[in-house]
């Protein structure tokens, strides 16, 4: 299980490689104290496949980019649930993945269509 003094330590843009089986519960303790400003994205070793998670209000919005391109809105107590079938299907054979949490500038809004 993932050492949770280590999430303090994450800065926004800073990259963290971690292993797959311990990306659930480590995203999860990032996603406790992030503000709707912030994203989190997770993505493999290629940076062809991520997921990009946002937060709105007491919601999660799941963006998957790579094997299914969708994006979902789930409450606060299906998230658990949601990263890992998430992460179990954008990512089946990854042993590590790249986490990052970043600020949403004005700029992004228009890309990502918010």
Known sequence: MTNFLHILQIMVGQMVQVPKRSTRDYSLGILEKMESTDELRIENKKNDRFLIITRKGEEFEIKEVGYLNSKITVD???I????????????????FLKVKLRKIQKNDLKIYGR
């Open 76 to 78: 606060r107590n299906k």
């Open 80 to 95: 658990r649930k949601s990263i890992s079938e998430a992460i179990e299907r954008e990512f089946p054979r990854s042993n």
